[in-house]
């Protein structure tokens, strides 16, 4: 009985501090860049997108194919960097252990 009173103590305390780094990932913003930072994407630790930042020499009315690639390669290069951000925080706290959607 003991040593179920010591796990559920220790399920609790990494409950709490899981949800702390939640609230620190929260904070964080990570930026992805394409085209040698031509176009810049911000998201926040819950990789949804806080901004994009396109500077007019992106912009070529003839070739907007290319200006859409570079806001998809910014995007993907800023959620990368949330995701791999926030696995190495999971890690921390999980010992290594893979317990998928706990971020």
Do not use: R, Y
């Not at 390669?73 to 317990?99: Q, R, V, W």
Request: no cysteine; aromatic share 2%; glycine share 8%.
């Amino acid at each position: 009985m003991n040593n179920m009173n010591q796990m559920m103590k220790q399920v609790k305390k990494m409950q709490e501090q899981m949800l702390k780094a939640q609230e620190e990932l929260a904070n964080k913003t990570f930026e992805g860049t394409a085209g040698g930072g031509v176009v810049s994407v911000t998201v926040n630790g819950h990789k949804k997108v806080t901004s994009v930042v396109i500077k007019p020499e992106a912009v070529d009315p003839d070739d907007v194919e290319m200006l859409q690639d570079l806001v998809l390669a910014a995007t993907n290069d800023a959620m990368l960097k949330a995701e791999e951000s926030a696995g190495k925080e999971m890690s921390k706290l999980t010992g290594g252990l893979n317990i998928p959607g706990l971020f």
